[in-house]
């Protein structure tokens, strides 16, 4: 229902829906009826089924923003999207499974990326649509900034697990 809003208020979009669910004739006609039933013309859909990893990550060349699912958000294709240069817009939720996408886009240096409400969520949606040009600049970098987060910044990660592992080894040994 957010992803139907957000077509709404932003008419100009399209979206990508892409699941194993796909490969089903049926399943995505049904998914058609579903989403004119709710207003969204068909031309603004692309359903589709799962891909070999090399070809979905060209997919993401093709994509402007990725929308985190909701309840349940994503992981390592949140990771994928990101490295492809394609910004998370997502909810924050309640739970572990829910505020996944909102400790992604925190520590990738994005916060302004995570909604608080559904409200937020469109909003910052439409606010980004309108800014093609700022939006170009940052999926352009993004590969670059990500370098340096704690997401992306494998020495530092191994530095830092290398160290929690001395130094739990040292307390073992104390005992």
């Known amino acids: 229902q957010l992803w139907i809003k957000l077509l709404h208020a932003i008419p100009q979009a399209d979206l990508c829906l892409k699941t194993p669910s796909f490969t089903d004739p049926e399943c995505i006609a049904q998914f058609y009826t579903d989403f004119a039933a709710q207003g969204i013309a068909r031309e603004r859909l692309n359903f589709t089924g799962p891909?070999?990893?090399?070809?979905?990550?060209?997919?993401?060349?093709?994509?402007?923003?990725?929308?985190?699912?909701?309840?349940?958000?994503?992981?390592?294709?949140?990771?994928?999207?990101?490295?492809?240069?394609v910004p998370i817009?997502?909810?924050?939720?309640?739970?572990?499974?829910?505020?996944?996408?909102?400790?992604?886009?925190?520590?990738?240096?994005?916060?302004?990326?995570?909604?608080?409400?559904?409200?937020d969520y469109i909003r910052i949606a439409q606010q980004t649509a309108s800014q093609p040009a700022e939006l170009f600049t940052l999926k352009k970098g993004l590969r670059e900034q990500l370098r340096y987060t704690p997401l992306f910044n494998n020495q530092s990660f191994t530095r830092a697990l290398e160290t929690a592992s001395r130094t739990l080894w040292q307390g073992c040994c104390l005992k």
């Open 89 to 119: 817009l997502t909810l924050a939720g309640e739970n572990f499974c829910g505020r996944m996408g909102a400790s992604i886009m925190h520590h990738a240096g994005l916060p302004d990326w995570i909604a608080e409400t559904e409200a």
């Open 51 to 85: 891909t070999d990893l090399d070809d979905m990550m060209r997919e993401y060349l093709q994509i402007d923003i990725a929308l985190d699912p909701i309840p349940y958000n994503g992981g390592t294709t949140s990771l994928q999207a990101l490295w492809m240069g």
